[in-house]
């Protein structure tokens, strides 16, 4: 319904371009209009959302690293690799950009008629201003005026501060929080059934700014976050090969069949099943250490979040001709990896936005064009399911790591 509401709102715009617009410009205001409310709505819920997502997520991963050495180092190995995928995520999106540069033409047609870059830190910034940035003297100020890295870091240090607490306090609190976060998404649901309206409102208006020239761009778009997702997930083998004795091979053989119920379903968790049988049988690890780690990397590991999430604000920022600064850069891979936490395990609409919103706005990017975005993430979410599923049985390979069979 989305991605049909997106072309029709393109082919609208561009025919009315040509054959004129019924009402002409208050017409043409009123459409702009539905359209930023309904921008405005989803933007709303962003700070509530990810700061209870996040005080969560961490609350959940304190307690899930004291419950014994095994799960301890599952989380240790997540960090490690989602670390490692932020590092990757920044040279595979301008990598990709710089080898398939976006076409000027296509992309003035995405951006036509969005408002200017919000005002952020500039590239002339001195790398103090960033570091001012990452501790808010007022988290409630931080919060009302977008400064999201701040937000986050207060969001983290609470949800640790959190998990010492006594169990009479900590389960209500953190109780507290999970409630707030079901409520924004019980909202983002309701929004995003508005969907099709708001998201035909964005592109007719971007039609009738620059004809169907923006449908190039969306395809483009596709393309570059399908690869750098491929690409995060081809890295598994060589990682599973050399730290968790296994052949490529017997990996490859072990993780298909949950590959692809990931690429039918794009559900980590429908997933679950088959992970934990082709982990048992395929990859020799026992009963006990699949039923413990595969769940908590579905509950709070997603190796493509990160990856995906940034190579969307790069490709926003590559739209606007923005060039962030290394300070911005930094504080964007710092929300990727601390988002990404929060946002485990919601559906796919709704953790779209939650994940990138704040990343862009760490990095200083316009967030007008995510809703034309988010119509054509069903091809990308794929790609983001099925290498989060060969990540997850990578980690339980490594953390139980047995000896190596004959291969």
């Known amino acids: 319904m989305v991605l049909a509401a997106l072309a029709t709102g393109l082919v609208a715009g561009a025919w009315a371009q040509t054959a004129g617009l019924p009402g002409g410009t208050a017409t043409a205001d009123m459409v702009a209009a539905l359209g930023q409310l309904w921008l405005n709505a989803l933007r709303m819920t962003i700070v509530p959302l990810v700061f209870s997502l ?3 997520g961490i609350a959940s991963i304190a307690d899930a690293a004291r419950t014994g050495r095994t799960a301890a ?3 240790a190995i997540f960090a490690v690799l989602i670390v490692g995928a932020t590092l990757y995520a920044i040279g ?4 990709l950009l710089a080898l398939w540069p976006i076409d000027p033409a296509g992309g003035a047609a995405l951006v036509a008629g969005a ?9 002339t910034a001195p790398f103090s201003a960033f570091v001012q940035t990452i501790a ?10 977008d400064a999201i890295l701040g937000l986050v870091v207060f969001a983290v240090f609470f949800g640790f501060a959190a998990s010492r607490l006594p169990e009479r306090l900590r389960v209500p609190l953190v109780t507290l929080f999970e409630a707030v976060a079901e409520t924004m998404i019980v909202i983002v649901r309701w929004v995003l059934a508005a969907a099709p309206l708001g998201v035909f409102a964005l592109s ?21 976050i399908s690869l750098s997702c491929l690409g995060i997930t081809l890295l598994m083998y060589p990682l599973v090969a050399l730290f968790g004795r296994v052949s490529l091979f017997r990996f490859a053989r072990a993780a298909a069949p949950a590959q692809v119920v990931a690429f039918s379903t794009q559900s980590s968790l429908a997933s679950l099943p088959v992970m934990v049988e082709r982990a048992v049988d395929a990859l020799g690890i026992s009963r006990a250490g699949a039923g413990l780690v595969l769940p908590l990397a579905v509950a709070v590991f997603r190796i493509t979040s990160p990856v995906a999430n940034l190579g969307v604000a790069v490709y926003v920022a590559h739209l606007f001709g923005l060039e962030p600064s290394a300070g911005q850069l930094i504080a964007a891979g710092l929300a990727a990896i601390l988002v990404s936490i929060g946002t485990v395990g919601l559906p796919g609409q709704v953790s779209f936005f939650a994940s990138i919103a704040p990343i862009c706005i760490a990095m200083g990017v316009p967030l007008e064009v995510l809703p034309l975005l988010l119509a054509v993430e069903v091809i990308p979410d794929i790609f983001r399911t099925v290498g989060n599923v060969t990540a997850d049985l990578a980690v339980t390979r490594l953390v139980e790591r047995p000896e190596a069979e004959p291969r």
């Open 54 to 56: 996040l005080v969560v």
């Open 73 to 75: 180092r599952a989380v």
């Open 92 to 95: 595979a999106a301008y990598s």
């Open 115 to 123: 408002p200017p870059a919000p005002e952020g830190i500039g590239q």
């Open 136 to 145: 808010p003297a007022n988290p409630i100020r931080a919060a009302a005026e």
């Open 204 to 224: 007719l208006g971007v039609g009738l700014s620059a004809g169907i020239g923006a449908a190039g761009t969306l395809v483009h778009y596709v393309a570059v």
